[in-house]
């Protein structure tokens, strides 16, 4: 078969393999209400303003004639390739989440989703971590997920327990100084 037959593949469009964060087998996926409506929020938003922005300009590019020149034409493609992309992971990822309120559990001293956590490790270094959802957290703002090795270490103990976090370099041993929720009716 000539070449001239054969699709070309641009960093194959329907492969959404390495755009999910792995969740664990039958897990659940597991969000804030805050992470939810953000994650809503950007899908409407690309549905309703940022899709139909380019879906004109490709429109117009392609009204100009030779499309195989035409930087405006082939952009738009891609990037509409892009928001479909991203469109459907959002929507599989809002199908399956489920919206969990950390803030039922203030005032609690046991680590479950969503906890702030105060801890230090056994060489004395002290960290605060928050425990959220595999498409909301943040490492840049001290949030890991909640499938993540230190969270799943936490999850389920209590102030002053100590808990084993298996590393590459052999189990480190954390104790739990401090375990905060966002309060009722507040930001989580």
Not at 88 to 104: C, G, H, Q, W, Y
Not at 160 to 184: F, H, K, N, Q, W
Request: no cysteine.
């Amino acid at each position: 078969m000539s070449k001239a037959f054969t699709k070309e593949s641009d960093d194959d469009d329907d492969d959404d393999v390495g755009a999910l964060p792995p969740l664990p087998a039958g897990g659940k996926n597991y969000i804030t209400p805050k992470g939810f409506e953000r994650l809503k929020g950007e899908l409407l938003e690309l549905i309703d303003n940022e899709r139909p922005k380019i879906v004109d300009i490709v429109h117009w590019a392609a009204s100009n004639g030779d499309r195989s020149e035409n930087g405006d034409y082939l952009y738009g493609k891609k990037r509409l390739r892009e928001i479909d992309r991203r469109i459907r992971f959002l929507t599989k990822r809002l199908e399956i989440a489920e919206v969990v309120d950390p803030s039922v559990h203030a005032g609690s001293g046991q680590v479950y989703f969503g906890a702030t956590v105060t801890y230090v490790d056994d060489e004395g270094v002290e960290r605060t971590v928050t425990i959220m959802g595999v498409d909301e957290a943040d490492s840049a703002q001290n949030q890991v997920s909640w499938i993540a090795p230190v969270s799943r270490a936490l999850l389920k103990a209590r102030v002053g327990d100590e808990v084993a976090l298996p590393t590459p370099v052999g189990v480190r041993m954390l104790e739990i100084l401090d375990v905060a929720y966002p309060e009722p009716g507040g930001e989580s």
